[in-house]
């Protein structure tokens, strides 16, 4: 362990379903400073992590590039892409197909010259992190948070409390514990409980409201396919290639076989395949709409097997290469409403467990990496103290909560576009190009050196 003096000590708590990719970024950023100190709980009995695909888009990229990682990740690609900022990933007409059957999109290849879309196996981004940790970081497992309290004295430690029994303390604490996040709800609690004590009831109402995601109304059908499973059925299809989308609308809901929600009365469906990990696999996902359900509450299991009948007949009278991607698990979608800040206090929160969205953007993991180069940033800077921490935070958090917020609406608009809930192809598909345009034409440079400006004027050491 480095002898520089340490300035504080950071708890960053990731998710019981295994090790966040916002959680071990802003792990490995600060851990790259000498005066901090780093404890990251883990909820499971191991570093693992679940989900397929990462979208690395030329926003993500350049914030990768500012983090050191970029090398590391394009390491995990089986080409390097340019350095131009390019349309790659972007939908345009002329990739627009129409068959009697269903609708496509056909994206412009990730391996074109220009920069864009670039497809990273969750798995192998989250084991770059895991060993890019340096020896500031201490990593402890099977410690799933159950509560934590801070005092309004600055000098006295959050205490963390654990599922086990077993507690610790952190001058700082981060959750990263996913949409299901501990820290969230016990934060969101903490501000409605000062809002009380100033007599407004009804903003800690609303702050109560927020602690619990709901429900988008989306059932996303999941599998990662080998590659020479799927050449040895059709050796030509063009999800090989490039990113190809295939849109939906009005389907009828299969109220005959059993389903969570097959009470509802519309049921929209379209899917979307790309390559990743050297193309060794095709990442699928089928999504399943019900509008009439989004806001609500998901009572049962999110992540369950899908019966491969009901996945089946979901798609009945698709093109033939649909029905070639076939094999499936469900995942029902849920999202969080729009929260007000992400810290309260000593305490921030980063990732799904401040703004999870929809995935119709292609975003969350981006957003995440986003929230930990701002945040480590500013923790690491020289003129953040413990003394000063709450005040630290509280820019990061003004800085990434409107940017967040901008990308979830996108995300969901999109996916009212590829459900084809507005008039008009050619409108739809203009529609997506500029929601996906955003991440060539914006620089998170910019807020970075926005929320670098708030902390040495706002700051006082």
Not at 68 to 81: A, C, K, N, S, Y
Not at 405 to 424: C, D, H, I, K, Q
Not at 437 to 455: K, N, Y
């Amino acid at each position: 362990m480095s002898e520089s003096p340490i300035k504080f000590r950071v708890a960053i708590c990731i998710p019981h379903s295994g090790g966040g990719v916002g959680g071990l970024t802003v792990a490995y950023a600060l851990s790259k400073s000498p005066h901090i100190h780093i404890d990251i709980y883990e909820a499971a009995s191991k570093f693992t992590e679940i989900g397929a695909g990462i979208n690395v888009w030329w926003r993500t990229r350049q914030v990768l590039k500012t983090l050191g990682l970029e090398d590391d990740v394009l390491r995990l690609l089986p080409f390097r892409p340019g350095e131009d900022r390019g349309k790659s990933g972007h939908a345009t007409v002329s990739d627009f197909s129409e068959s009697p059957a269903v609708p496509s999109i056909q994206y412009r290849k990730a391996d074109q010259p220009e920069g864009g879309l670039l497809g990273v196996r969750r798995a192998d981004f989250h084991e770059t992190l895991l060993n890019r940790l340096t020896e500031r970081c201490r990593t402890f497992t099977s410690k799933r948070l159950q509560s934590y309290t801070q005092s309004p004295d600055r000098d006295v430690p959050i205490l963390l409390e654990f599922h086990d029994g077993t507690t610790a303390t952190c001058d700082i604490l981060i959750g990263a514990d996913g949409i299901k996040s501990v820290v969230r709800k016990r934060m969101l609690q903490e501000a409605a409980v000062k809002a009380e004590v100033l007599k407004r009831d009804a903003e800690a109402a609303e702050l109560r409201n927020l602690i619990e995601p709901r429900f988008s109304g989306v059932f996303a059908y999941r599998t990662l396919i080998p590659s020479e499973k799927l050449i040895s059925i059709s050796p030509q299809h063009r999800v090989f290639s490039s990113t190809v989308q295939y849109l939906g609308k009005n389907r009828a809901s299969l109220s005959a076989i059993r389903h969570p929600v097959s009470r509802a009365k519309l049921s929209i469906q379209h899917m979307i395949a790309y390559p990743i990990s050297f193309g060794r696999f095709i990442n699928f996902i089928g999504y399943e709409v019900y509008p009439d359900k989004e806001g609500t509450y998901f009572e049962e299991a999110w992540v369950a097997d899908a019966d491969p009948k009901y996945v089946s007949k979901m798609y009945d009278g698709w093109d033939t290469e649909v029905s070639e991607l076939m094999q499936i698990t469900r995942w029902a979608i849920n999202a969080l409403e729009t929260l007000p800040f992400y810290s309260f206090g000593n305490v921030a929160i980063l990732g799904d467990a401040a703004h999870a969205m929809t995935p119709f953007q292609g975003a969350g993991a981006g957003q995440a990496i986003e929230d930990a180069l701002v945040l480590s940033t500013l923790l690491a800077h020289e003129r953040t103290t413990k003394r000063n921490a709450q005040q630290v935070l509280e820019i990061y958090s003004r800085v990434r909560q409107p940017v967040a917020t901008g990308v979830a609406r996108r995300s969901r608009m999109n996916g009212e576009y590829f459900s084809l809930r507005w008039p008009g192809l050619d409108k739809v598909l203009g529609k997506v190009q500029e929601n996906l345009e955003w991440f060539s034409e914006t620089d998170a440079g910019v807020d970075l050196e926005r929320a670098i400006e708030l902390l040495k004027t706002e700051v006082v050491t």
